[in-house]
């Protein structure tokens, strides 16, 4: 190309060339701009969309761990904390988790919330109580942890709300003991998966053992307050456990007691809708139900379902399997019933529960071989007696017949008489149970029903 020297120009001619210069240049910038602007947009449109997809993926995530049942209190804003939590030491009160710089943990960074998540550790250093399960959100993976950040911090509404302290006295409200426990009982590393088996089962292993935090409620505690098994490889892992004055079920395949009877179909069944041919939810895991698993797609659940039915055996009492065998129980039904448990079966319960005790399910539980029935402890038994269960909502609609509070209607004596018939009814062969242990549970659970 040829050089032009505006030196030699007169000041007219070099005013019109730097002028003509100037428009070219617009115009190349300009077409430039019109060329690039659709990139740059679309490059903004998939930063947006990415942002967004990574938030609903926290709030999926968020549902299967089953945040909200924890951390929202009844009647109070979505994971603004306040729920108290019993422990043998006294009770604690859920924490603020929404984005509030202030009361929540909006000012937490993502290293923040992985520790607190996984480590029990709050960004101003102190340790949580483990009755946050960080030991099995341990287990969770550095994709999910950053998912579950941007729900939290860009899902989630801030909420005003400070945190209540708890209700254990000093000494035993010191938090740095906590951190010698961590060193016993904290498991620290994501699941990694098992070889051997097939991308369905780690993934159900995944969820169970980690955000599911299954082990939290159905694996017995130590004297330390620590699940005694993390995982399968414990023979204590999902064998049941009294919490809170329910005993959370065996998960295991125990014919009696666990899901040796139950299909994954039964126990998908189970997941989705609270109810199935064997049993329904009550305690605190209708709440499971309402708030996570129902939420979670169909591999999820079937994937936990088939993770779960992979479990052998484990925590029976050594029991001859369970076989129905009404005869007996059909002569104590006989008009009139003949003993006292068969007199207030009659009247308030067999409408629902079936003179059979085959119940009406999924609508109504039997009571003929229900693992609850048949387990050793009577604690949930007794409690859904005296409190009845929560209402099941399932896509929004309440299940139409929860099972309705007998405390006031029923004295100890009689709740007594009625479980120990049912124990004993239809071949069930589990033991008596006493007024004294109606009498202690109704104590044990009088303000937590004031508060319903």
């Known amino acids: 190309m040829k050089t032009i020297h505006t030196a030699s120009m007169t000041p007219v001619v070099r005013s019109a060339v730097r002028s003509t210069v100037r428009s070219v240049a617009r115009m190349a910038f300009a077409a430039l701009a019109c060329t690039l602007a659709p990139q740059f ?12 997809a990574l938030i609903q993926r926290g709030a999926y995530l968020a549902a299967a761990g089953d945040c ?69 959100y341990a287990k969770v993976r550095d994709d999910d942890v950053a998912a ?11 909420v005003k709300q400070d945190n209540r302290d708890s209700d254990i006295k000093w000494p035993m409200n010191m938090r740095w003991p906590l951190k010698i426990w961590n060193v016993f009982f904290l498991k620290k590393g994501p699941y990694q998966d098992k070889p051997g088996k097939d991308a369905a089962w780690n993934r159900g292993a995944y969820l169970v053992q980690g955000l599911g935090h299954c082990g939290s409620c159905h694996t017995p505690r130590g004297v330390g307050f620590n699940e005694q098994a993390l995982d399968e490889s414990g023979n204590a892992f999902l064998t049941g456990a009294l919490l809170d004055n329910w005993y959370a079920s065996n998960l295991t395949g125990e014919h009696n007691t666990g899901l040796g009877r139950w299909s994954e179909a039964d126990l998908a069944q189970f997941l989705k809708t609270g109810a199935n041919q064997h049993a329904s939810a009550f305690g605190a895991m209708t709440s499971v139900i309402n708030n996570s698993t129902q939420a979670m797609n169909d591999a999820d659940v079937q994937a936990m379902s088939a993770y779960l039915k992979s479990l052998p055996p484990a925590g029976g009492d050594g029991a001859p399997a369970y076989a129905y065998d009404p005869q ?9 019933a003949n003993d006292a448990g068969a007199r207030v079966y009659t009247a308030f319960c067999m409408h629902c529960h079936g003179a059979d005790g085959r119940g009406f399910a999924p609508m109504f539980a039997p009571l003929a071989g229900n693992p609850n029935v048949l387990e050793k402890d009577a604690s949930s038994l007794i409690n859904v007696t005296l409190n009845g269960t929560g209402d099941l909502v399932i896509q929004g609609i309440p299940a139409p017949y929860p099972m309705p509070a007998y405390r006031d209607q029923l004295s100890d004596q009689q709740i007594a008489d009625v479980l120990s018939f049912i124990r004993a009814g239809w071949n069930n062969k589990r033991g008596a149970v006493g007024a004294a242990d109606v009498a202690k549970l109704r104590g044990a659970t009088q303000s937590s029903e004031a508060a319903r």
């Open 148 to 158: 579950l950040y941007a729900y939290f911090m860009h899902g989630v509404q801030p």
């Open 41 to 52: 947009a679309h490059a903004q449109d998939n930063a947006t969309s990415a942002d967004s």
């Open 68 to 136: 909200a049942a924890c951390h929202t209190a009844p009647h109070g804003k979505p994971f603004a904390g306040g729920l108290p939590m019993s422990t043998p030491l006294g009770h604690i009160y859920t924490t603020n988790i929404t984005p509030d710089p202030d009361t929540g943990i909006g000012g937490y960074t993502q290293e923040d919330f992985a520790r607190a998540l996984r480590e029990g550790v709050a960004k101003d250093g102190h340790n949580l109580y483990p009755a946050m399960p960080y030991p099995s």
């Open 328 to 336: 007996a129980t059909k002569v104590s039904l006989g008009r009139p």
